[in-house]
C-alpha cells in the first residue's frame, strides 16, 4: 500500500525567508531552536532525527500551516496582473516548512509512535483539513488561477506546465471554487451533513461489530481451532466480561475463522453474525446512514455540476468515467464467476465425497477450500522460510532485480540520523554513479508501529526546488532473537517487492514541480508500479539469485518452487468474485442521480449484484453496503475498483516484459524513462498506452489470476 497520498498542492524543501508572527497557540514557541525551523542541513535534506523531540512537531506544524496560509494570501494579493510564474510557480514553491515537518512527522507516527505524538496527530487532524478547505476556497486566489486557465491556449506553456495548470485550476473547481456565494453556502452545508452521516455510519459499525462477535459457552463448538486460539477466544470473553469463548470479528464478510471451524453450525452462526452485524434494527443498524450518505452525494454531485459522486470522484483518475470502470468490471465478471462456480463444484465433490449431505453455502466455502487447497497445493511454510532470509531477499532479489532493469546500485549509508535503531539506509546511485535518491527501510514489527507495510516520502524530487527524492518503506515482518537470521515469508518476500515498486516510482521522479512528482498521480494508477514490481519476485532469473538456504546457499528444489507457483492460483476465482461484486456495490450506489428516491438497502444491493451478473448465492460480496467502511467513511467511495485497476494495469505491463525479452536494461529503461519517471506530468491514460503501445487489456489479469490459459 502507499500511505498518505498527499493532496497538500505544495512541497519540498527551500529556504525559509519569513518569521511568520501571527502566532495562535503553540506557534508561539516556535523560532530557531526549533529544529524545522530551517531546511535540514543533512545530506539530501534528510529529517534530522537526532536532533527532533516529540515537542518539536506540534509548533513546526502550526507555524508551517500559518506559513503557507500567508504565502497563499500573497499570492492571492499580488498587485501584478496574473501570470503562470507568479501564481502556479509561486504556489509550488509555498508551504515548505510544513511539508519537511509532515514528512519527519508522518514518518514517525506511522513507524514509531508513542502517546505525546498520537496525542498531535488528532489535535492537528482536522485542523489539517481545515487548512487545505482555506487555501481550496480562497477566492482571490482561484481567480487568479481561473485568469490564467482561460489564457491557457495562447500562454504556449510546456506539457509539464500546461498539466500543472489543468490539475490545480480542475482541483479548486472539484473543491466548489466555482460556485455562485449561494451554492458554496448549500455546498458547505452538504459537507458537514456527509461528514455528520460519515462519522455516524463509523461510530455505530465500530459498536455494531463488537456487539456481533461469536459467543459461546460450549468449548466444543469451536472445534477445529488451535488450543491457542481457544485461550484467546476464552480470553476475548474475559476482557468483555462474559462467559465462555468470544471470536470477535473482522472488517470483511468472511471470517478467518470460518476456515477451520469443524461444526456447521457454528460457522453458520458466526457468518449470519458477520453479515448482519450493521442490520440488525437496533441503534446501531447503518442502513438509514448509508441510504442517506449515497442521496446527499448525489446531491453534492450535482450541485457541482457532475451526473452522479461517482462521475465527479473519477474526473482526476485514470479511468476518468464511471461507465470505463463499469465496462472494465464487467469485462472480469464472466472469467471470474465461471472459475467461482468451478471452485464451488470441487467443493460440493468433496462435501459429498465426506457425505456432507447438504448444498454448499458461503459458511462453507473457505473451510472446504482449505482441504482442497492441502490436497491440491500443500504448501509447507517451514520448509519455504529457510530459502528466504531477509538481507538476502533485499540484496539479492530486491535491489538484484533494480540493478538489472534499470542499473542502479545501492551503498549503505550508516551515518544519517534515524528514528530507530532498526531503520537501514541505502544511497542509490544512477547508471553514470551520480547520487539518485535515499532509500530508508525499517522492515521489523514493534508495537508502537501501525500494521502492514508501506511506502512514503521524506523529501519529493522537484527540479524546481532541487531537491532529490528520500523515500522509504514499512513493513512488520518478524523480527529475529539476537543473532538469529530473519526467515520471512513469501508472502512478506512479496511485500518487499510491492513497496519497493512505490519506491522506484518516487526515486525516478524526474518533474520540475513537486505536487506532481513520484506517486502523486492517482488512486486507480498509484498502486500499478508496486504491484507491477512484485512480478520480479517470482522471475526465474531474479527467484534463483536470492532463493537460496540460507545455511547451506543451496538453490530452492525445483518441486517447491512449483508449489509457490501454483499456491499463487488457488481459489481466484472466489477472491476475484467477491472483490468485483464489492466493487460494483459502490459503482451502483455512487451512480445513483441525485433525482433517485431514498433506496432500501437490501432491495437495492440485491438488485445491483443481479443487475451486474455477480449475484452466486455461495460467494457473498468481499463487504456488505451496510459495513462498506471504505466507501462510507474512508475515502474510497466510487474508488474501490481502483484495486482491480491497478492490478489490471501491472499484468498487463508484465506481460510486455514477457513479451519484449523480460528482465533487460533495455526493457527497464524505457519503461522508467515513460512512466517510472513521469509522476502525474501527463495523462495517465495517455500516458500507459504511449508505453504500452496500446491501451490496457484485461486478458494477462486473468492468466495471471490462472482464470484463462492464455494471454495472446
Ligand atoms: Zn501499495
Known amino acids: 500500500m502507499l500511505k498518505h497520498i498527499t493532496v497538500l498542492i505544495s512541497s519540498g524543501a527551500i529556504a525559509l525567508g519569513t518569521i511568520y508572527t501571527h502566532a495562535v497557540g503553540a506557534e508561539a514557541k516556535f523560532g530557531p531552536s526549533n529544529p524545522f525551523y530551517a531546511p535540514s542541513t543533512l545530506p ?53 516548512l510544513l511539508q519537511r515537518t509532515m514528512a519527519a512527522f508522518r514518518g514517525v507516527t506511522g513507524a514509531n509512535t508513542n502517546p505525546v505524538l498520537q496525542k498531535v496527530r488528532t489535535e492537528e487532524a482536522p485542523r489539517l483539513a481545515a487548512h487545505q478547505d482555506a487555501i481550496y476556497l480562497n477566492a482571490k486566489l482561484f481567480a487568479r488561477v481561473a485568469t490564467i486557465y482561460q489564457q491557457r491556449a495562447s500562454l504556449k506553456l510546456d506539457p509539464e506546465s500546461l498539466r500543472l495548470l489543468e490539475i490545480t485550476y480542475d482541483s479548486f473547481v472539484r473543491a466548489g471554487a466555482n460556485l455562485s456565494e449561494a451554492d458554496k453556502t448549500e455546498l458547505k452545508k452538504l459537507n458537514e451533513e456527509i461528514s455528520t452521516r460519515s462519522n455516524a455510519f463509523s461510530i455505530k459499525l465500530l459498536a455494531a461489530t463488537k456487539d456481533a462477535a461469536f459467543a459461546t459457552t460450549d468449548r466444543n463448538a469451536l472445534a477445529g481451532l488451535s488450543d491457542a486460539q481457544i485461550a484467546a477466544a476464552a480470553q476475548a470473553a474475559q476482557s468483555r466480561k462474559q462467559e465462555g469463548y468470544v471470536l470477535p470479528l473482522q472488517n470483511t464478510t468472511q471470517q478467518p475463522d470460518l476456515g477451520l471451524l469443524g461444526v456447521r453450525a457454528s460457522r453458520e452462526a458466526l457468518f449470519g453474525k458477520s453479515w448482519n452485524r450493521a442490520e440488525r434494527s437496533d441503534a446501531n443498524d447503518t442502513r438509514d446512514d448509508i441510504a442517506h450518505l449515497a442521496q446527499l452525494r448525489a446531491r453534492r454531485a450535482q450541485l457541482l455540476g457532475y451526473a ?83 538481507n538476502n531477499v533485499l540484496e539479492n532479489g530486491v535491489f538484484y532485480a533494480a540493478n538489472q532493469l534499470y542499473g542502479i546500485t ?81 508472502t512478506d518476500v512479496t511485500t518487499m517487492f ?26 486507480d494508477f498509484v498502486e500499478f508500479p508496486s504491484q507491477f514490481n512484485e512480478h520480479w519476485a517470482l522471475s526465474p532469473a531474479v527467484f534463483s539469485h536470492y532463493a537460496k538456504h540460507y545455511k547451506t546457499g543451496a538453490a530452492m528444489p525445483a518441486d517447491l518452487v512449483a508449489k509457490i507457483k501454483k499456491a499463487e492460483n488457488f481459489n481466484q476465482g472466489y477472491k476475484l468474485t467477491e472483490l468485483v461484486a464489492a466493487a460494483e456495490l459502490d459503482m451502483q450506489w455512487h451512480t445513483l442521480p441525485a433525482s433517485a428516491p431514498l433506496q432500501q438497502p437490501d432491495a437495492f444491493e440485491k438488485q445491483a449484484l443481479e443487475k451486474m451478473n455477480v449475484q452466486l448465492d455461495a460467494v457473498p460480496p468481499r463487504y456488505r453496503s451496510s459495513y462498506f467502511s471504505h466507501i462510507w467513511s474512508s475515502g474510497y467511495s466510487a474508488g474501490y475498483y481502483a484495486y482491480l485497476w491497478s492490478e489490471m494495469l501491472d499484468d498487463d505491463a508484465y506481460a510486455w516484459f514477457e513479451e519484449h525479452g523480460g528482465l533487460t536494461r533495455a526493457n527497464g529503461d524505457r519503461f522508467r524513462q515513460m512512466v517510472l519517471s513521469r509522476g502525474n506530468t501527463e495523462d495517465l491514460a495517455k500516458m500507459y498506452a504511449a508505453w504500452r503501445g496500446k491501451d490496457p487489456s484485461v486478458e494477462p489479469m486473468m492468466k495471471y489470476r490462472g482464470l484463462i490459459e492464455s494471454a495472446h
Not at 499570492?75 to 515548505?96: C, H, K, S, W, Y
Not at 471470474?336 to 467443493?347: H, L
Not at 518503506?473 to 543473532?483: E, M, R
Open 410 to 490: 545501492f551503498k549503505e549509508r550508516k551515518d544519517l540520523p534515524v528514528y530507530q535503531p532498526d531503520v537501514r539506509v541505502f544511497e542509490v546511485s544512477d547508471v553514470d554513479g551520480k547520487p539518485l535518491a535515499l532509500f530508508y527501510c525499517d522492515y521489523f514489527k514493534r508495537d508502537n508501529k501501525d500494521g502492514g507495510a508501506w511506502m512514503g516520502s521524506f523529501v519529493r524530487q522537484s527540479k524546481l526546488l532541487s531537491t532529490l527524492p528520500v523515500v522509504y518503506n514499512v513493513a512488520n515482518l518478524p523480527k529475529p532473537a539476537a543473532g538469529e537470521p530473519a526467515l520471512i515469508s513469501f
Open 308 to 390: 452522479n459522486h461517482a462521475a465527479w470522484k473519477l474526473g482526476d483518475q485514470m479511468a476518468k468515467t464511471p461507465e470505463a470502470a463499469l465496462k472494465f468490471m464487467d469485462a472480469l465478471v464472466p472469467g471470474a464467476t465461471a472459475k467461482a462456480t468451478s471452485e464451488g463444484k470441487d467443493i460440493q465433490d468433496l462435501i459429498d465425497a465426506q457425505k456432507g449431505g447438504f448444498s454448499l453455502q458461503p459458511w462453507d466455502w473457505d473451510f472446504y477450500a482449505q482441504q482442497v487447497r492441502k490436497a491440491k497445493y500443500d504448501l509447507n511454510e517451514a520448509e519455504v522460510k529457510p530459502y528466504f532470509e531477509l
Open 44 to 96: 539530501f535534506h534528510v529529517p534530522p532525527y537526532d536532533k527532533i523531540k516529540d515537542e518539536d512537531y506540534q509548533p513546526a506544524i502550526e507555524a508551517g500551516m500559518a506559513e503557507e496560509l500567508s504565502e497563499m494570501q500573497g499570492i492571492a494579493d499580488n498587485p501584478a496582473a496574473p501570470t503562470f510564474d507568479n501564481t502556479l510557480v509561486a504556489m509550488e514553491r509555498t508551504g515548505q
Open 498 to 523: 510491492h513497496e519497493f515498486g512505490h519506491a522506484l516510482n518516487g526515486m525516478f521522479a524526474n518533474t520540475e514541480y513537486p505536487s506532481m512528482s513520484g506517486t502523486a498521480t492517482a488512486r
